[in-house]
């Protein structure tokens, strides 16, 4: 049950809603750019998640990658691979085109 919806009393509410993904959802997730060979996962240290961004270069073990406009630098082992935007919300795993720390969050 999410954490905003408050328990009353009798039977949990009915989850499907939280579950089910809409078919808007997928369409946009679809639309949105993706290049095979530059999109990329990076650590968000603010707040211990993950941001997508675009490989700029790459030299030795360090990446160059932007991100929310801002060029940033990260350890090539730090950065993983984004799954083409088809997967996105899916609901297995074994689907997936890579299998990272921030594919399956």
Known sequence: MPGHIKKTSGPDPD?????????????????????????VWVPNKADG??????????DGNK???KVNGEVKVFKEDQVCQVNPPKFD???????????GDACVL
Not at 89 to 99: G, I, Q
């Open 63 to 65: 990446v160059s990658v």
């Open 49 to 58: 998640g993950y941001l997508e961004g675009l490989m700029e270069s790459k």
């Open 15 to 39: 989850p499907s809603p939280w579950l089910c993904v809409s078919h808007e959802l997928k369409e946009k997730n679809k639309a949105k750019p993706y290049d095979p060979k530059k999109s």
């Open 89 to 99: 919300c899916s609901d297995d795993m074994a689907n997936l085109t890579y299998l």
